[in-house]
Structures are given as C-alpha cells and as structure tokens.
C-alpha cells in the first residue's frame, strides 16, 4: 500500500513533438502515468517495463476528433469498450464521439452516462461531442450550456447539417458564448436527396444517384459567413470536395476561427471505387472525384486542413448486406487511419511524417483544447509508438470494432501502429 512506483521506459526511439518542434533520437521515461523525462539517453536504468522503441516513432498520443461509438443505444454495431479498443488498435489514445446514438448525446444526462460508461470500460479518453439541436432534429438548440458543464468538447448535429439558417445562426451564438466549438456536417439536404454516391461521370456510368458536390459546398459558404457573423470558433467535419477547401483557405485568409478535418478515406481513394457496387465505398460525403482529392490533399499540405480524423461509422454486417441503395452511409476508420495516412501522404511524399503527426496531435488539440497532443515532462504520458515501414494486411475479421463495414479488409499496408500507451499504461500493443 503506498509507494508503489511504476515505470515505463521507451528506448531509442525518433521522438516527434510537434508542439515543441522536437524531432530527435532518445528515450523517453514515464513514472506513475507522467512523463518524467524527455529525450536524452537513460542511464542503466531499470524500468519495470522497457520498451524498444528502435526504427520506431514515438509522438503524443493521437486523438481521433470525429468518431461514432453506437453506445447508448445501438450496442450490436458498437460500444464505447469495443470502439475505445479499435481506437488503440488504430494508435489513437483519444477519441471525441458524436452525439448521434439513441437517445442523442442532447442533455447533460447522456453527456454524464457516456463519461461515466467510459470511464468504466474504455481502453482510451472518450470526450463526448454535444448536440446542437434537440434530438439532432435542427429545430429547438440543445442545453449548450449545461452539456458543457457535464463534459462535452464540441457540439455538433453530426449525421445531419443544421439545414436552418436562422437556427444555425443561434446555436453559433449559443456555442461561442460558451466558447465551445461548433462542428457542421455540411450537407444541403435538398441538393443530395435521394444521392447514394458523388455525381459525376463514373455516378452516371454506374446508373446511381448522385450527391453533387455543391450540396457540401453552399453549406460551407453560407457557415463562413454566419461564423463571421457570429465570431464562433466553427469547424467543418470531414471536408471532401475543392471548392470547400477553397472555402476555408478563404475564411482563414479573413482571419476567422474556422478549421477543418478530413478523413483519411476522402484523400486515399476516389469514387472510382464505386465500380465495384462495394456497399463498403458508402459514405456521407461520398468518395469524390480525382480532382476534389487532389484538392483536399492540397490543402492538408498549405494548412487549410487543421487534422485528419476518421468519422469511424460502424454499421453491422446485416446493415451492410442490403443492396446498394438501402445501405446506411459510413465506413469503420479507426484501425486504417495510420496506414492510409502514411501511404497517401507520406510515402507519396505530399507531407513530412512530422506533418503527419501534427495533424493527429496538435491539429485537433487546437481546435478542441484537450490539454492534449504534446510530449512534456510532467506531461500526461498519453503516446503513439508507430513505425513506417512495417508491412501488414488489415483484415476486418481480426478488428477490434463490433462491425465489419471497411472497404480497406485485405488492404496491404506500409507502416502502422506499434504501441498505445494511455495515462502511461500500454493499452495496445502489436503482436
Ligand atoms: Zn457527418
Ligand atoms: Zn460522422
């Protein structure tokens, strides 16, 4: 009882902070859930546990701003266990989950069951994401106010767009004077009624209804100017098309708080993929052309793009089997997120893997202010060991997450997670 130590030390790795700009080889020491040196070579020094870090990388631990963890509610496609296990499976120690459960995340009773029920079964840091309106139905605005007393980082009607502008204006005004942010799924309901996949060339090759583009895209003008308006510190989830990321380079040139995120499936494929009436290539936004790619890529390497997040939607096998037009949008993310990453970005040589890691690190924490995403003695010691060249084959059978929905199983990957550590503990490691 009492005077109980734990150590945990961290060989010889490349340690990446972007926070601080450090990039160098050393070791890294955590002692009771702290990090208690940083960098340098350890003595001789024994630690209960040591892990060779060698080739490796060693950064703060990834957050995941943008995840659907089912529970409460729809526990057969997810739970805050399963999905919290998929996160560190994925080198994510923190995960923010959307409010689109049964009932929605709109009170501070929901917001206090999902802390409480993380904090019993999660493998991670789950922050939960408030609505904006009641029942994420974008009429009447949630308790803003009391959700974020209970814990929420952000609020957002996820799944659905605040289609009313005037609504939309209030909650911005709600959202700022408790200065949290306001995150959109920004799609014009009306321009992608009855859309299963991006229309273009291959939707119509393919005989299947198309989302244009322009329905992401008015709703992203129209929230710059209303965030303007408003002063709200406004973020646009998993932003997918060209003139968006136009958009946002044209809101942060005005010098306003607007962000965004996309997700590693938006740069890494196109909607080229839909050829194979693959209900697993369906999702909101959908796959986009070649060219909204490119410019999502582009704008991940200018710093229009603050982070990469994986809009991890799991949805269970018998959802899935239905045909195309019946099946629910969304694909699970969490688990890939490292490996696509690494193979668009990186290894195609668009961005430096410091880069990489800010985008999973500081890039959230600064939109979200976590208190997260950095190495530094006396520090949480919250840390994603991951290496670039390990090959491997994802294979959905073998994920950590209740559902299958993936179109990345049998996907061969260069590089991936290697350890997850949380509050200094390894909560994952790879076999
Ligand atoms: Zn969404
Ligand atoms: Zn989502």
């Known amino acids: 009882m009492g005077g109980l130590v734990s150590t945990l030390l961290i060989r010889n790795g490349r340690i990446i902070d972007p926070a601080s700009g450090m990039d160098s080889v050393g070791d890294l020491l955590v002692v009771n859930g702290r990090i208690a040196r940083l960098g340098g070579i350890a ?17 703060p631990g990834f957050i995941d701003m943008h995840v659907h963890l089912r529970e409460p509610g729809l526990e057969h496609a997810e739970t805050i266990e399963s ?60 308790p803003i106010g009391s959700m974020k007393a209970a814990g929420v980082v952000a609020v957002s009607d996820d799944g659905r767009p605040v289609m009313n502008a005037r609504v939309a204006r209030r909650a911005m005004e709600f959202a700022r004077s408790f200065d949290l942010p306001l995150i959109q799924h920004c799609e014009d309901l009306n321009l992608s009624a009855g859309g299963d996949m991006h229309e ?16 992401e895209d008015v709703m992203v003008a129209r929230d710059i100017l209303l965030a303007e308006l408003t002063g709200v510190r406004y973020h646009v989830a998993h ?27 938006h740069f890494a494929i196109t909607d080229a993929e839909l050829e194979r009436y693959d209900s697993n290539y369906k999702m909101k936004p959908p796959l986009r052309s070649p060219g909204d790619v ?24 018998s959802q899935k089997m239905q045909e195309f037009e019946r099946c629910p949008f969304g694909i699970t ?19 430096p893997v410091q880069r990489m890691v800010a985008l999973f690190t500081t890039g959230p924490d600064g939109i979200l202010r976590l208190g997260r995403g950095r190495l530094a003695e006396g520090g949480d010691a919250d840390i994603t060991i991951f290496d670039l060249d390990h090959e491997w084959i994802f294979r959905t059978e073998n994920s950590c997450s209740r559902s299958k929905n993936s179109p990345f199983d049998g996907h061969r990957f260069r590089g991936g997670p290697y350890v997850t550590i949380v509050a200094g503990r390894v909560v994952w490691r790879r076999e």
């Open 239 to 265: 932003l997918s098309t060209k003139n968006a990321v136009a958009m946002v380079a044209f809101a942060k040139s005005r010098g306003l708080p607007v962000t965004a995120e996309a997700t590693p499936h």
């Open 43 to 59: 003595g001789v020094e024994v630690a209960e546990e040591t892990i060779d870090a060698t080739g490796k990388i060693v950064a």
């Open 200 to 215: 273009g060339p291959t939707s119509t090759r393919l005989g299947l209804r198309g989302i244009p583009s322009a329905s």
């Open 333 to 351: 993310g969490l688990e890939t997120a490292i490996g696509l990453s690494l193979e668009a970005l990186v290894h195609s040589g668009k961005i």
């Open 294 to 317: 490119e410019a999502v890529i582009e704008g991940i390497v200018s710093g229009v793009i603050d982070a990469i997040a994986t809009d991890h939607a799991p949805h269970t096998g």
């Open 83 to 142: 999905g919290s296990r998929a996160a560190v499976a994925g080198g994510f120690s923190s995960i923010c989950c959307m409010p689109n459960t049964t009932p929605v995340n709109d009170s501070p009773m929901v917001t206090r069951y999902i802390i409480e029920r993380a904090r019993q079964a999660a493998a991670c840091n789950v922050f939960p994401i408030g609505a904006i309106t009641k029942g994420s139905e974008g009429e009447e605005i949630a």
